[in-house]
């Protein structure tokens, strides 16, 4: 959790998109009780969801994410659904506009991502 340790000064808000699958009780077993992140927004459709639906959940979570961090918190993104969703919110968020900190469900538990830098595309 290198992440969390770099921004001690106040707690990373989390922002938790449940598609299709629950994952709220593992985040909040794993990133609240154990790493002291703070649940900001939760956006839930416990079904599956049309491509049509994709554009507006997508701004629901980019304004949760602009939200968290209009006082420059750390925003830790948990999403469970569709891939098309989350290349949306990517094209929404981009490269640097705000800390984000993208979490993967790995080997049982969460695991934060590299975040990309634009070192990357060259």
Not at 53 to 66: C, T
Not at 90 to 110: P, T, W
């Amino acid at each position: 959790m290198e992440i969390w340790e770099k921004n001690k000064s106040s707690k990373p808000k989390i922002v938790v998109l449940e598609i299709g699958r629950p994952v709220l009780d593992a985040v909040k077993a794993q990133l609240i009780e154990s790493y002291g992140g703070e649940l900001f927004e939760v956006i839930q459709e416990h079904r599956a969801i049309s491509e049509l639906e994709i554009p507006e959940i997508a701004k629901k979570a980019y304004n949760a994410i602009r939200r968290a961090s209009a006082d420059g918190s750390e925003v830790w993104l948990v999403l469970s659904g569709p891939l098309g969703l989350a290349f949306t919110l990517g094209q929404l968020v981009g490269i640097g506009h705000f800390r984000v900190v993208c979490y993967q469900f790995s080997g049982g538990v969460y695991r934060p991502i590299p975040p990309p830098t634009r070192s990357l595309l060259f």
